[in-house]
């Protein structure tokens, strides 16, 4: 009896499945509710579970390994960044509305100068000629009662195309004091997003080893999280180490001792499930059946 007590004990974390967990300390600062946490860990099992085709987690309210959400600095620090990074996508966004704001109001200036510019021919050709009739009336001592009445109205309607033509000048002003203006902001929303973005390449684009969480032997502990995917990243790796496994040397891999692009969910990689079965086999050995017997046991007591 005794012969068997020290075999169990000493293999006891050698592809301990199935491996009974719970929810344990769940830190209210994640804004993370418990079924939602049990949730993400239950798709964090199907890294293993889908590919390998074992029940190798059972969650297990009475069960002596937890799971546990921890809050820390690590976290305050994924939190500083998710902001800056919110507001450098706020910044680009305005930016980029500036940007369509004053291309369609350079579009509006250049065709209504283009039409200035037009009328103003035309005024000015007018207008000359109109000053060469009078000049030649005036030589001849004036105008008889007919041709003045003409040169009048002509006069009027000049005024009247020179008034217009100056509201269009200002319409033209206004239009190029907006974009200035606007361009003016938009250089200044360019020059600050800029300075953010060095300082969160400079504070946050770096390698990340897996700090974000870790496996104690008789616990997993999460720290830190920016998103879905990250999480799944983590807990899949600690799943992992609690299967027995060890990191693997291929970038990319969810046992890789980097965290790699958290974008999108990372699937195992060959150097995964071969670590996986170098642990665990090929198939459950005797060995494992005799281990998970004696856990279910364990567990009546």
């Not at 005024?123 to 109109?130: F, H, P, V």
């Not at 995964?272 to 079965?277: H, K, S």
Request: glycine share 4%.
């Amino acid at each position: 009896m005794a012969s068997t007590t020290y075999w169990y004990q000493s293999t006891a974390q050698e592809c301990p499945t199935p491996l009974y967990y719970r929810l344990g300390e769940l830190d209210a600062s994640f804004d993370l509710s418990p079924e939602a946490a049990k949730q993400y860990v239950a798709e964090a099992e199907a890294y293993w579970e889908n590919i390998t085709r074992r029940d190798l987690f059972v969650y297990d309210d009475t069960a002596d390994f937890t799971v546990n959400f921890i809050f820390d600095d690590r976290q305050e620090f994924a939190n500083e960044e998710e902001n800056l990074q919110a507001k450098l996508d706020d910044q680009r966004t305005e930016s980029e509305q500036i940007k369509e704001v004053i291309e369609g109001l350079q579009e509006d200036y250049d065709e209504l100068a283009a039409a200035y510019e037009t009328r103003v021919s035309n005024y000015e050709s007018r207008l000359s000629a109109y000053n060469a009739e009078v000049n030649k009336y005036n030589d001849r001592g004036g105008a008889p009662a007919e041709v003045f009445s003409q040169l009048e109205d002509e006069r009027t309607e000049l005024n009247q195309i020179a008034e217009s033509l100056s509201n269009t000048a200002t319409e033209l002003n206004d239009f190029a004091a907006r974009i200035n203006e606007l361009g003016e902001r938009g250089n200044r929303i360019v020059e600050d997003f800029n300075h953010n973005v060095d300082l969160y390449n400079d504070r946050f684009v770096t390698e990340e080893e897996f700090t974000q969480g870790d496996y104690t032997g008789s616990a997993i502990n999460i720290y830190k999280f920016s998103n879905d995917n990250e999480l799944m990243t983590v807990l899949g790796h600690e799943l992992g180490h609690a299967l027995g496994i060890g990191h693997v040397d291929e970038p990319g891999s969810v046992m890789y001792y980097l965290l790699g692009d958290t974008s999108r969910r990372t699937p195992l990689s060959e150097s995964d499930i071969e670590a996986y079965y170098s642990v665990c086999g090929q198939t459950e050995s005797l060995e494992q059946r005799a281990r998970a017997y004696i856990r279910s046991l364990l567990k009546l007591f």
